[in-house]
Each structure stands twice: as C-alpha cells, then as structure tokens.
C-alpha cells in the first residue's frame, strides 16, 4: 500500500514539473513552423486529421498543438502516464492503450474520435514502444475506416538533449529555435493493403523530415 501511494505521488510531482519545465523550455525556445495549412484546410473542409510524429520527436509537436481541445494517444506504462497528466493540462483529450495493452479499446476510441469530424489526433506511429520509426498497422486501419488524412511532423531543434532507449527521444535545451513542419495530407483507399500503406506512410514522413532539416539548416 505505501509503494502503491508513494508511486502515485512520484507521477503526480513528476507530471507537475515536468508540465512546468516544459513550458519555460518551450517559452524561451524560437519557434518556426512550416505547413500549418496542411492540417488546418482538411479541418476545414469537414476531414478529421492525424498527425503523424516519431515517437523521439514528440514533445514539441504536442506542445505545438496545444490548447486546441485535440485529442491524442497515450501508452499505458509509467512514462506514458506522466506524459498523458501533462498532455492533459495542455487541454488534449488523451486516449490510453496500446498494441499491447487496451489495444481493442483503444482502437475504437480512435475510430469515434476521429468519425465526430472534424477532429484532430495526435499519434505517434512507432509508439510506445517501438520498433523505432515503424508504423503500427492500427493507426494505418483507423484513418481507412474513417476517410481520415494523415499529416506528418517533424521537428528539427538547434538545442537538446538525446536518450537512447529503443529509439532516440529529444529533449529540447532552453534558449535554442525549434524547427517544426508539418507534410502534405495523405489519403489510403480502403483498397490498399498495410504493407504498402506503411511503406508510403515512412517514405513521405522520411521526405518532410529531410525538407526541414535543409530548411533549418539553410536558416542558420
């Protein structure tokens, strides 16, 4: 009973400061933000979106899109609830589960959220974890049954940290420029299969990847 609470306390004071730290990062950070409309014009048009970031990038584009009433997903482990009490408090409607937990649940919250059009969700497509930078086949299914598009992200940052665990995750420094894009809509036909859908999914979020990275880079 005493681990059972003084675990709870440690993700409440970790979600507490960690929500704090973040913004004051965030704050002193110079931001640059690139294809907006992407997102904003399927909104719209009457389209639920998902925006698509990697797993080791996804801070600054969740912070990014913030304060919007979005919705986004959360594993169900230690870390992922520390991340989904911080997500909340930046006004996400935050959906838990996994493929390997609540997966089912989870999968059929994506599919009312993201029917209640327009709507916004934010995904990481290789979380939570891993195989780093390949996409869960769930997320792929979700925007087929729904006629949703899919964004891609990126972010680029001048200053940050880097952990390695099963895939590189960033931690932006203070007082540095954030570089974030977001990619050209994607459509998949129900037609079309997993495999292939995948494939386009990693080779087009590669191409907006590489298109900010040369852009933050001709910007220095």
């Known amino acids: 009973m005493i681990k059972r609470k003084n675990g709870k306390f440690m993700i409440r004071f970790s979600s507490y400061f960690g929500d704090l730290i973040l913004r004051l990062i965030y704050y002193s950070n110079t931001w640059h933000v690139n294809g907006q409309e992407n997102y904003l014009n399927s909104l719209k048009g009457g389209k639920s979106v998902?925006?698509?970031c990697?797993?080791?990038?996804?801070l600054p584009c969740l912070r990014?899109?913030?304060?919007?009433n979005y919705s986004a997903i959360a594993g169900t482990h230690k870390d992922a609830e520390i991340i989904s009490r911080i997500a909340k408090k930046w006004d996400f409607k935050v959906i838990r589960g996994s493929n390997k937990e609540?997966?089912?649940i989870a999968f059929k919250n994506i599919i009312r959220v993201l029917r209640n059009t327009p709507n916004l969700l934010f995904i990481t497509p290789d979380g939570p974890s891993g195989p780093s930078r390949i996409p869960k086949t769930g997320i792929i299914r979700a925007a087929q049954l729904t006629e949703s598009v899919i964004v891609p992200a990126s972010v680029f940052s001048t200053?940050?940290?880097e952990f390695t665990n099963w895939d590189t995750?960033?931690?932006?420094?203070?007082?540095?420029d954030i570089y974030l894009k977001f990619g050209k809509p994607i459509v998949f036909e129900?037609?079309?299969s997993d495999n292939y859908c995948s494939k386009i999914l990693i080779n087009e979020m590669n191409?907006?990847?590489d298109l900010n990275k040369k852009f933050a880079r001709n910007s220095f």
């Open 64 to 68: 990014f899109l913030s304060h919007n």
């Open 102 to 104: 609540r997966g089912t």
């Open 207 to 209: 191409i907006n990847e």
């Open 159 to 161: 200053k940050r940290w």
């Open 169 to 176: 995750f960033f931690l932006e420094k203070p007082f540095g």
């Open 50 to 52: 998902l925006i698509s």
């Open 190 to 192: 129900k037609k079309l």
């Open 54 to 58: 990697w797993h080791g990038q996804l």
